[in-house]
């Protein structure tokens, strides 16, 4: 079992920043992987970056390369997303997610989920 926890979301203008942060624990092999996923209204859920829990290069989505930042704190297992230059289509409820392997972009390899931290993005 893993279990996740995300923080940090919240509301901010064009243009501004925000950090997620994820606590995870739980299975440490079903944590080889962790991604933030998105989902707007009346949309699909999209992934948004991930990374090998014990280092590598991340993968972004081309819509957030340049302005997102994932990292990892494996000391305190912790996980985050650093997002900068906010756009209003960034808004979503954001999830943080775990998976053993498999494309890093595809969210039924993911077998463990957050419950979702919202981020509104106004003009």
């Known amino acids: 079992q893993v279990r996740l926890m995300e923080s940090g979301g919240g509301s901010v203008q064009a243009g501004g920043s925000l950090r997620l942060s994820c606590a995870h624990s739980g299975d440490t092999r079903a944590r080889n992987w962790m991604a933030w996923f998105r989902q707007a209204p009346g949309k699909g859920r999209e992934a948004v970056a991930a990374?090998?829990?014990?280092?590598?290069?991340?993968s972004y989505a081309d819509s957030v390369e340049g302005r997102f930042t994932v990292s990892t704190d494996n000391v305190n297992d912790m996980f985050y997303l650093q997002m900068d230059n906010l756009k209003t289509e960034d808004t979503a409820m954001y999830y943080c997610?775990?998976?053993?392997?498999?494309?890093?972009?595809?969210?039924?390899?993911?077998?463990?989920w957050g419950q979702g931290t919202q981020v509104t993005v106004s003009s």
């Open positions: 990374v090998l829990r014990r280092g590598g290069n991340p």
């Open positions: 997610a775990t998976k053993l392997s498999g494309p890093w972009n595809e969210a039924t390899n993911y077998r463990y």
